[in-house]
């Protein structure tokens, strides 16, 4: 099957759904799944992936696991 006829088949599924909870699971697996960007190597990023990086990266400013525009221009002094 391809592509498009899988997403015919999804939508045809999705419109004859009566039941909102259902409807609700749907959307929330789609938003899970959804990509919402990429990494700098081009990697996709989902929403759960893309705010956990997000977590991570409070994390590492809260503990001081950063460095300043100021340490990279004296580091790139000595390239």
């Given amino acids: 099957m391809d592509i498009q006829t899988a997403k015919l088949d999804v939508m045809q599924k999705i419109m004859a759904v009566s039941k909102t909870s259902l409807l609700e699971k749907i959307n929330t697996l789609l938003d899970q799944e959804m990509i919402v960007g990429y990494t700098t190597g081009g990697d996709p ?5 893309y705010n956990l990086r997000l977590q991570t ?22 390239w």
């Fill in 45 to 49: 990023l989902t929403k759960e992936s």
């Fill in 57 to 78: 990266a409070e994390k590492q400013l809260l503990s001081g696991e950063y460095t300043t525009q100021e340490d990279l221009e004296k580091e790139s002094e000595n």
